[in-house]
């Protein structure tokens, strides 16, 4: 099945710097990619998702990149805000959706 | 609005004793529906798939005994965990989707076991 690994898994940052948190997947059948960040007892929100015949895509300061030949895929958010503060969890789908293992984003004023 | 009603939004009970948790599908009929289950400062952990009208599929080393899912209804899924204890306290949360949209998640449930 899907194996999803997630790095780092704790990442602090400037704000107004640039956040990177990459993953790489094992099936090379999943063809969805969708990422989530979580607040603190809150359920996961989608951010930005991307399928695997785009190599990239973006939204205002958030951008995802894709490379399947590899099996990676990253998130890059720009200009961080206090508020980008949180849980992000990857995930690669197939016929279900198997999370990576987290990153904790904390952006300091 | 909520696509996705989970309930109850927490619970508190006894060890021994058993808890459902209810996921509604409000906007379309499911025929899947996803349970995790995440415990504290981790990520979300897939426990089973709900299939209406069968069975459901568990993941490995998910006692099915103790998680029972039941998914009678297009715009239902119920998870009882039976028997609970200390260890079962957690966060739990259902999802669903339609065809291959993005995943929709209930609010989640947490439960603490006394």
């Known amino acids: 099945g899907e194996n999803v690994e997630q790095h780092p898994s704790t990442l602090s940052v400037q704000e107004g710097d640039s956040a990177v948190i990459k993953c790489t997947y094992s099936d090379s059948a999943s063809n969805y990619f969708p990422w989530y960040k979580q607040e603190l007892g809150k359920r996961p929100q989608l951010i930005i998702d991307i399928r695997s015949n785009v190599g990239e895509k973006k939204d205002q300061r958030i951008a995802v990149t894709l490379n399947k030949t590899a099996k990676h895929f990253s998130l890059h958010i720009t200009e961080t805000q206090p508020e980008d503060s949180a849980v992000y969890f990857c995930?690669?789908?197939?016929?279900?959706?198997?999370f990576g293992t987290g990153t904790r984003l904390q952006v300091f004023p | 609005g909520a696509v996705v009603s989970q309930h109850p939004s927490w619970v508190i009970c006894k060890s021994g004793t058993s808890v459902k948790i209810e996921c509604r599908s409000l906007?379309?009929?499911?025929?899947?529906m996803f349970w995790y289950r995440q415990f504290p400062k981790q990520s979300l952990m897939l426990m089973a798939t709900?299939?209406?009208?069968?069975?459901?599929?568990?993941e490995q080393g998910v006692e099915k005994d103790k998680f029972l899912i039941n998914h009678a209804s297009l715009t239902l899924s119920t998870l009882t965990v039976t028997s609970a204890h200390p260890e079962d306290s957690s966060f739990y949360i259902c999802s669903t989707r339609q065809g291959n949209s993005p995943l929709h998640f209930g609010n989640g449930t947490r439960l603490t076991v006394t």
């Open positions: 709900s299939n209406e009208g069968s069975k459901a599929t568990y």
């Open positions: 995930s690669g789908d197939t016929d279900k959706l198997i």
């Open positions: 906007d379309f009929q499911a025929t899947t």
